[in-house]
């Protein structure tokens, strides 16, 4: 599991450390502060340690492999590109921390790189256990072919949606690994109404007595909650795994945002780390109101900030220990302007 990030210089983090736990991190902040970035940047360390795993750590390998990752999941022009933007020549340097140490790894690079990386520190193992990650933008209606095409032309879409096809091309699991994860299935399931199903490629929602139906014409939010399903029942969902998700949120009403945060918990339990990004108040008041009902699920809520030399990050184990909360102080702002519109009508 991933346990901090130290960053100088990458995007729009000038200098910061940020300590993860090994159960629900919630990003919280306006639009241009950078949550999307940090998410990423994780993601990109999970996915490197896990890929050293299993393709071994010879030192110029992993500086392609972390050029690649980091080039296809931001998609800028060169990798210079992602050092944050000053005059001058600049040098962005990360170091990722693991809760095995054998894990942890650093890199560096300057900002006239086209896909040079400097390995500092270098990782003697690998996470077991791959990495997911959820766009903003739900994948699961327009797969059939995706990946296929992903590789063999260029498409506008950065390498996180290839990545998450390639989790849903895995097999189903079946026998006791598939019993394993049935219970977590199962509240899942029930919010669909029935079971997700694969055939040649193509997604299904199987509905009691109803036969199936094309994801396609499956609610937008139901989309999201079968995409999960099939990722813990083919096993890309594991345990000590981590799942990365980029405003979940979004097209969710308010029914299935909570249906949403008890799963994020469930999945917790399970042992899977959570890192998630929102701008919904709804929602994150509504994770908060479940993780105080339940105890011993690690929770870190981090609030990005902005200032003239860059982005401040505050974080504490309650909503309510960190600030700014933008979301909050807009909606109080709203409630003001709609009392006062109100009280002047009558």
Not at 54 to 71: E, P, S
Not at 214 to 233: C, D, M, N, P, Q
Not at 296 to 301: E, G, L, Q, S
Request: charged fraction near 20%.
């Amino acid at each position: 599991m991933l346990k901090s990030l130290h960053i100088d210089n990458f995007t729009v983090f000038p200098s910061s450390k940020v300590r993860f736990v090994d159960g629900i991190n919630v990003i919280i902040g306006e639009n241009g502060l950078g949550k999307s970035h940090l998410l990423k940047l994780a993601y990109c360390s999970a996915s490197i340690s896990y890929t050293a795993r299993n393709n071994g750590t010879v030192k110029q390998d992993c500086q392609r492999r972390i050029a690649q990752k980091l080039c296809g999941t931001f998609r800028p022009d060169y990798l210079g590109r992602l050092t944050r933007r000053k005059a001058g020549r600049n040098r962005c340097e990360v170091s990722a921390q693991f809760v095995d140490r054998s894990n942890n790894f650093s890199f560096s690079f300057a900002s006239n790189s086209r896909e040079e990386v400097t390995l500092g520190k270098v990782m003697s193992g690998g996470v077991a256990a791959p990495a997911i990650f959820f766009p903003t933008m739900e994948i699961i209606s327009i797969f059939p072919g995706f990946a296929a095409s992903y590789r063999d032309q260029y498409l506008s879409f950065d390498e996180t949606y290839y990545d998450l096809c390639l989790a849903l091309e895995r097999p189903l699991k079946r026998g006791k690994q598939y019993d394993d994860v049935n219970s977590f299935l199962e509240p899942i399931e029930k919010v669909l109404g029935g079971k997700v199903r694969c055939d040649n490629g193509r997604f299904s929602l199987v509905l009691p007595s109803k036969g199936n139906m094309e994801i396609s014409l499956v609610a937008e939010g139901h989309r999201k909650f079968a995409t999960i399903a099939y990722l813990l029942a083919n096993g890309s969902i594991l345990q000590n795994g981590m799942l990365f998700w980029d405003e979940p949120e979004t097209n969710l009403n308010p029914a299935l945002m909570r249906d949403l945060a008890k799963t994020f918990i469930h999945l917790t339990q399970m042992g899977i780390q959570v890192f998630l990004t929102s701008h919904s108040l709804f929602f994150i008041k509504e994770l908060d109101l479940q993780l105080q009902q339940i105890l011993n699920v690690p929770a870190k809520w981090f609030a990005f900030g902005g200032h003239q030399e860059g982005i401040t990050i505050s974080e504490g184990d309650a909503l309510e220990e960190i600030e700014p909360i933008l979301a909050l102080d807009v909606e109080m702002n709203q409630s003001d302007r709609y009392y006062q519109f109100i009280t002047q009508k009558r």
